[in-house]
């Protein structure tokens, strides 16, 4: 029994070797991520921040000089929490929760700060794509000539709810640690640069801060 244990606690060692040493010379390494976001959006309404979540793939293309390339596919949820006149004229807060699949394609540079521990650094453009959501009005309320209920669940993207583009587009930028070169925790910020209300008379656009996990192969 003891052999066993040994046996099995040796070959963890060594899968856990070979990532560290795929993942310190491969000139390319793929892994999984996940985290949390902070929504919110700027625009002509005063709106708050939501706690959201997100998960997805990364892609890391490592060149020369400590440069590399990030990429990967998200899935992120963003949205925004904000008080609204409902048609009873009395205020109520509406919460918006739409959610993306995301590419992003960032410039890097990492530098070594210990043998096993690196710093990283990114930025560059992203483009999402609206595949779901719903926001919830809490009071009254009525859009494109049609009323909703207190409590009922509008599409964000869908012709009869509010209709918002599903395209959306921006730049970020973030800082990270990584361990082992395989294991990283990244802090970042995401701003859409597209007005995804489709209406030029009312700007919506998307904020995101988020925290994340990541452990590469």
Do not use: H, W
């Amino acid at each position: 029994m003891k052999s066993f244990k040994s046996l099995f606690i040796v070959a963890i060692l060594l899968c856990v070797g070979a990532s560290v040493a795929n993942a310190q010379f491969s000139p390319v390494s793929f892994g999984i991520k996940g985290g949390v976001n902070l929504a919110n959006f700027s625009g002509d309404a005063q709106t708050d921040v939501r706690f959201k979540y997100q998960f997805g793939t990364v892609l890391q293309v490592n060149l020369p000089a400590g440069l590399f390339i990030l990429s990967g596919v998200e899935y992120t949820a963003k949205g925004a929490k904000m008080t609204y006149t409902g048609s009873d004229s009395k205020e109520y807060t509406a919460n918006f929760n739409p959610q993306y699949l995301q590419v992003p394609v960032r410039l890097g540079y990492k530098m070594s700060v210990l043998p096993t521990i690196n710093i990283k650094f990114s930025g560059g453009p992203y483009y999402a794509y609206g595949i779901a959501g719903k926001a919830k009005f809490n009071g009254p309320v009525t859009l494109n000539d049609r009323s909703y209920e207190s409590g009922e669940k509008v599409g964000i993207f869908s012709s009869n709810g509010l209709n918002y583009d599903r395209q959306d587009f921006g730049v970020g930028a973030g800082v990270g640690i990584e361990f082992l070169g395989i294991i990283g925790l990244d802090l970042g910020y995401d701003f859409g640069l597209k007005n995804i209300s489709g209406n030029d008379a009312a700007k919506v656009r998307n904020q995101n801060a988020y925290l994340t996990a990541s452990l590469k192969f």
